[in-house]
């Protein structure tokens, strides 16, 4: 076992990866940026080092020669930031010091969707239909959208975070989005090469939660619901999936194996799908690393993933077997962000935090009282996870405990949550990936009238920011450091 580990990350992961560490018996260094010096992930670690600018996060040669001369033999990098850098595993690998994670290889693999998507193929894991090479011409995209049918999506193969993607109702719109979705690609992520995929209408987002270690073993802990999300962004999750019966969840918890053996993946990772209103499932991509929803998945299988982790990059087989893991309950979390009604971001000090201390309920926050909400991060202050014996029960754990929950002086998202709960779209699960697009939630006094209505500010998200002090010029960070 690891001796100490560097938790390259802030936030609410990093205190939660301390955490997990401290139970292991394992030190841990946290790094924080000038911004983050008071924040609790700080003060918990047992060495904290400052790396200076609010961007030293991405900053892969400072990152490891803190590793090297804290005397840390592993590196955890959470989820977002270095989580996914090939070049930084690599280097790490390089420097003899573990990364907690998959290989660079798998992540290679897995970050270009052109070619996951072409690997998935050759192991029978069902994409959506689409182009299978990279699309040279305006030409050959009309050839293959024709085929397909419209509409489309355009993407580019190494796409993120929901960056380089375009839709494409008709032939008419296709030069226009093929020429803008190259730009795109070659601004984002250095190769203007794209691909097509039919556009399924309507999906459902679900993913399911893998681990793999170096001895060939291959688990699954199940699947989540995560399509309630704006801007390719998840607000709402939850496990088990409302929408996934027994034998769905046996095809679809395969499928995720098979995509991980085919990737000889190894850690913890996270096979997305989407499916369509006839419950048909296609593979979309494959996170290669912790996912911000994990704790859903930890509730109703009781197993700590951070910990699996851990174990697994120290060499440690899988410590459970396959058929010993059953669904036990049900888990919803909600992500507290800085953001007002309009989805605009909320900066400032942070003067009163109160966490619900109640019954069924798991808080993992990044915040305290002083703690600095600034443009430069993602607006995700904390998650709120409810449990309970089945979905009625978790629900309305959630709202008692989004009622109890105390943030000042920034605005919150949790108004818009209690009214995205009380509704009866979440109630009978008929939501999909598009549902906060589409439908406006009714005022909190009256939450259960549904309002149909395009919620303009969700695609304008760009808009006004409303802060408290000075922007001094600063672009806005959040949109470039989602974490998924």
């Known amino acids: 076992m690891f001796d100490k580990i560097l938790i390259s990350n802030r936030g609410e ?5 301390i955490r997990a560490c ?17 924040s609790p992930h700080v003060s918990a670690a047992d060495e904290s080092i400052s790396i200076g600018e609010p961007k030293a996060y991405l900053n892969q040669n400072l990152i490891l020669e803190i590793a090297k001369t804290t005397g840390a033999d592993a590196i955890h990098p959470g989820y977002g930031y270095l989580s996914e850098n090939e070049n930084f595993i690599r280097a790490v690998e390089k420097n003899k010091i573990k990364f907690i994670g998959p290989s660079a290889k ?6 270009n969707k052109l070619n996951a998507r ?3 193929l050759e192991h029978n894991v069902p994409v959506v239909p689409g182009s299978t090479e990279p699309l040279n011409n305006l030409k050959d995209a009309s050839r293959i959208a024709a085929e397909i049918g419209y509409p489309i999506m355009l993407k580019a193969s190494g796409g993120g975070g929901g960056k380089g993607i375009r839709m494409v109702s008709n032939e008419e719109e296709l030069e226009g989005a093929f020429n803008l979705t190259r730009s795109e690609a070659m601004k984002a992520f250095g190769s203007d090469e794209i691909y097509i995929e039919k556009l399924i209408v309507n999906p459902k987002h679900i993913e399911v939660q893998i681990l793999g270690d170096y001895h060939g073993n291959y688990a699954h802990l199940f699947e989540r ?7 390719f962004q998840k607000i709402i999750e939850e496990a088990p999936s409302p929408s996934v019966d027994p034998e769905l969840r046996q095809e679809i918890t395969n499928a995720a194996v098979e995509a991980a053996k085919a990737c000889n993946y190894f850690n913890a990772g996270t096979v997305e799908f989407l499916m369509d209103e006839n419950r048909n499932f296609y593979f979309m991509e494959m996170n290669t690393r912790l996912q911000v929803e994990h704790p859903v998945t930890e509730s109703i299988t009781g197993i700590d993933i951070v910990k699996e982790q851990i174990k697994i990059a120290a060499g440690e087989r899988i410590s459970f077997e396959q058929d010993d893991v059953t669904i036990k309950g049900h888990s919803i979390e909600c992500r507290i962000n800085s953001e007002d009604s309009d989805f605009s971001p909320s900066t400032g000090k942070i003067t009163n935090h109160k966490i619900p201390n109640l019954p069924g309920i798991r808080v993992d926050y990044g915040i305290d009282i002083g703690s600095e909400v600034s443009l430069y991060y993602d607006p995700l202050l904390s998650k709120v996870i409810s449990y309970g014996r089945n979905r009625e029960e978790a629900l309305s754990r959630m709202l008692n405990a989004l009622e109890n929950y105390l943030i000042t002086d920034v605005e919150t998202n949790i108004p818009l949550l209690k009214r995205i709960l009380k509704s ?7 939501f999909n990936i598009d549902t906060l697009k589409n439908v406006a ?6 939450p259960e009238q549904e309002i149909a209505a395009v919620i303009t500010a969700v695609m304008n998200y760009a808009g006004n920011f409303k802060t408290n002090g000075n922007l001094n010029n600063h672009n806005n960070k959040w949109t470039e450091l989602k974490y998924d």
């Open 424 to 430: 009866e779209i979440f109630r009978n699960a008929s």
């Open 13 to 17: 992961i990093a205190l939660r990866i």
């Open 441 to 446: 939630f009714a005022s909190e006094e009256n």
């Open 118 to 120: 072409k690997l998935m």
């Open 225 to 231: 619901e995560c399509s309630l999300q704006r801007r």
């Open 22 to 38: 401290k139970e292991l018996g394992i030190k841990t260094v946290a790094v924080y940026s000038d911004i983050d010096k008071f």
């Open 106 to 111: 798998s992540v290679e693999m897995m970050g």
